[in-house]
């Protein structure tokens, strides 16, 4: 399995990036997805995921400010991020779980500009 991230790029802060991560094979209700991402300097944190139960959690540091989501017609995974800051600057990673396997993206750069 492939996971394809894309979606990264420079923004402004308070701007706004759609990532998206393309699976080469089908996501399910079954499978647990997220995102995480690596700050300069930082160790890699999670940011978004979403079990395989349905349960969304967030970073506290962007709740109310980024939505993960999945469409399985598309086997795809998105996360919207609104009212970027520059701290949400870094490499974001996209991580899917097929049992019993967990496979990762290659990573896009978002960068936050003031």
């Known amino acids: 399995v492939q996971l394809q991230a894309s979606g990264g790029g420079l923004v402004q802060v308070g701007g706004s990036l759609r990532l998206s991560c393309a699976a080469s094979?089908?996501?399910?209700?079954?499978?647990?997805v997220g995102w995480y991402r690596q700050a300069p300097g930082n160790q890699r944190e999670l940011v978004a995921s979403?079990?395989?139960?349905?349960?969304?959690s967030y970073a506290d540091s962007v709740k109310g400010r980024f939505s993960i989501a999945i469409d399985y017609a598309k086997n795809t995974v998105a996360l919207q991020m609104n009212s970027l800051k520059l701290e949400d600057t870094g490499v974001y990673y996209c991580?899917?779980?097929?049992?019993?396997?967990?496979?990762w993206g290659q990573g896009t750069l978002v960068t936050v500009s003031s």
């Open positions: 991580t899917v779980r097929f049992l019993p396997s967990q496979f």
């Open positions: 094979g089908r996501i399910s209700s079954s499978d647990a």
């Open positions: 979403l079990t395989s139960g349905g349960l969304v």
